[in-house]
């Protein structure tokens, strides 16, 4: 078992930062693949971010390619997700998901922060 537990979310301006965190306990840290996934309303949730087991490879969706840094802390067991010139399109329920070795998906799930971007 898994837990993870999201931090960091808010309101905030557009073009401002914010930066949540994801703590886990429950398992081996490094040994798990880490996203960060987003829920908006009225819509489906939807892939951010990716990052491996080392950290040194990391994946993102185009929508926050250049502006949104996902980065971990192994030493922590915290994953983090760093987001600048943030958006009105930015607001949604971010989720930590974490992908066990060797497993398709993700297996273990946050509650989930809220991030709003005003205009």
């Known amino acids: 078992q898994v837990q993870l537990v999201e931090s960091g979310g808010g309101l905030v301006q557009a073009g401002g930062s914010l930066r949540l965190s994801c703590a886990a306990s429950?398992?081996?840290?490094?040994?798990?693949?880490m996203a960060w996934f987003r829920q908006a309303p009225g819509k489906e949730r939807e892939f951010v971010a990716r990052i491996f087991w080392s950290g040194f490879r990391t994946m993102y969706a185009d929508s926050v390619k250049g502006r949104f840094t996902i980065s971990r802390d192994n030493a922590k067991n915290t994953v983090y997700l760093q987001m600048n010139s943030l958006e009105p399109e930015d607001t949604a329920v971010y989720y930590c998901?974490?992908?066990?070795?060797?497993?398709?998906?993700?297996?273990?799930w946050g509650q989930g922060t809220q991030v709003t971007v005003s205009s």
């Open positions: 429950g398992r081996t840290f490094s040994t798990l693949a």
């Open positions: 998901a974490a992908n066990l070795p060797g497993r398709a998906g993700y297996d273990y």
